[in-house]
């Protein structure tokens, strides 16, 4: 059982920067797989970066590539999500989510935990 806590969100214009904060409970953090995603209104839930237990692999949606930036502590059972260059089209509630297998997945179905959310607005 993993529970996670996502912090970090709030208010900027844009080409500001964020960094968001997953914190997870649990002495086996290290070998889940962590997913980021987002939702924003009227819209379905979005692939936005994962990385793999060891961090040696990332992925992300393309209009996040070179301005988002995942990583991991796994001494720390955090993950982070640094976000430049924000957009108002970034404007979403940002999970985190843990799948229990050390394979990266982009589809939000195959993950097992999910934290509550954190909103990011991003002004123009």
């Known amino acids: 059982q993993v529970q996670l806590q996502e912090s970090g969100g709030g208010l900027v214009q844009a080409g500001g920067s964020l960094r968001l904060a997953c914190a997870a409970s649990?002495?086996?953090?290290?070998?889940?797989?962590m997913g980021w995603f987002r939702q924003a209104p009227g819209k379905e839930r979005e692939f936005v970066a994962a990385?793999?237990?060891?961090?040696?692999?990332?992925y992300y949606v393309d209009s996040v590539k070179a301005r988002f930036t995942i990583s991991r502590d796994n001494a720390k059972n955090t993950v982070h999500l640094q976000m430049n260059s924000l957009k108002p089209e970034d404007t979403a509630v940002y999970y985190c989510?843990?799948?229990?297998?050390?394979?990266?997945?982009?589809?939000?179905?195959?993950?097992?935990?999910w934290g509550q959310g954190t909103q990011v607005t991003v002004s123009s």
């Open positions: 649990g002495r086996t953090f290290s070998r889940y797989a």
């Open positions: 990385i793999g237990w060891s961090a040696d692999s990332t």
């Open positions: 989510a843990a799948r229990d297998s050390h394979l990266v997945t982009t589809d939000y179905y195959e993950y097992d935990y």
